[in-house]
């Protein structure tokens, strides 16, 4: 079935979230629901108004999964209890990187995420929590790239003909589905978000493990983990869509010491885009991008290149993988 579209610029904010809080409400009833936190926009502004919608009805998780931005799990938990919604961390990195090894095809490793969220993580909440529900932040541009075959986004099922109930044990709840990335910004403002949250740069499902070219590992998730940090404290003041750090598979040849070395490549991307269906990319100043390729080489010693992304989406993708 197509989803009818929601275009921001045509959208009364206020009637979408009576009307969507009232849905889930008629939803989920007398039970319960559970949500995942990542602490991107998505998640961030579905768990706004699931809470809106459930109050203690509605317990939310973060997901420690190990391929998360520097300190973000604790930074996350300490917004949202500043807006009066309680947080549990779940420590699951090591499925997470069970799951990973030996896989480098991109959708393979999207699909292990994929499985041990829904499958696993999520599975043992519904039955340690009691709810039947799942809430989730899905939007359109995520079913429009899952079902183009661009990219198999984690979150999205019944448009491949998946039923969830039958393949996870519990149903899923998307009230975000009809909105891209700007109308749920508007949403974000419209549920009393702080700007840090809804306005935040997107972040993918698979975390940082969109952004290892190759087999994921927890040494290669340090490196670029190091390497978002330095890029996304050097944007920030960027009027852009999104910025983000990528850690090349293949070794290159640098220098160390006065030494010939094999080290590793990092490529950094920035983009203009409004939904990222579409996206070119931002022109930074030479000296922005030196300052940002001296502090990566420094900071992380395996690192002896950087390199940065002058394609446009199509025919690149924001991100790598």
């Not at 990195?93 to 699909?111: I, N, V, Y």
């Not at 969220?117 to 809430?135: E, P, Q």
């Not at 969830?164 to 700007?182: H, N, S, T, V």
């Not at 419209?190 to 994921?216: C, D, H």
């Amino acid at each position: 079935m197509k989803i009818k579209e929601i275009k921001a610029k045509n959208m009364n904010v206020k009637k979408f979230i009576e009307e969507k809080v009232q849905e889930i409400r008629q939803i989920v009833g007398e039970g319960t629901a559970i949500n995942a936190l990542s602490g991107g926009v998505d998640s961030s502004v579905v768990t706004a108004l699931g809470h809106k919608a459930l109050g203690k009805k509605l317990k939310t998780y973060f997901i420690d999964n190990g391929i998360m931005r520097e300190g973000e799990p604790q930074k996350v938990v300490t917004a949202f209890k500043k807006l009066g919604i309680a947080v549990e961390i779940i420590d699951a990195a090591g499925d997470f990187f069970s799951a990973l090894e030996g896989l480098a095809d991109p959708e393979e490793k999207r699909e292990a995420i994929t499985q041990t969220f829904y499958k696993k993580i999520f599975a043992d909440l519904v039955i340690k929590s009691g709810a039947k529900y799942l809430l989730q932040g899905t939007i359109l541009t995520d079913v429009d790239e899952t079902v183009a075959g661009i990219k198999r986004q984690h979150n999205v099922f019944e448009q491949l003909g998946i039923d969830p109930q039958q393949a996870f044990g519990y149903k899923i709840m998307e009230p975000l589905i009809q909105l891209r990335k700007d109308g749920v910004r508007k949403v974000g403002r419209g549920l009393g978000l702080p700007e840090a949250l809804f306005n935040r740069i997107p972040f993918p499902g698979p975390a940082l493990a969109a952004r290892v070219l190759g087999e994921v590992t927890p040494q290669k998730i340090a490196m670029v983990r190091k390497a978002t940090a330095i890029v996304e404290t050097e944007l920030n003041g960027v009027k852009a869509f999104q910025y983000l750090a990528i850690l090349h598979n293949d070794r290159v040849t640098g220098m160390r010491d006065g030494k010939r070395v094999f080290g590793n490549q990092v490529e950094i991307r920035c983009w203009n885009s409004l939904d990222a269906r579409k996206a070119t990319p931002t022109r930074l100043s030479f000296n922005v991008l030196e300052k940002m390729a001296k502090k990566i080489t420094k900071t992380i010693p395996e690192v002896v290149s950087v390199t940065y992304n002058i394609t446009t989406k199509p025919t690149s993708t924001i991100e790598a993988v």
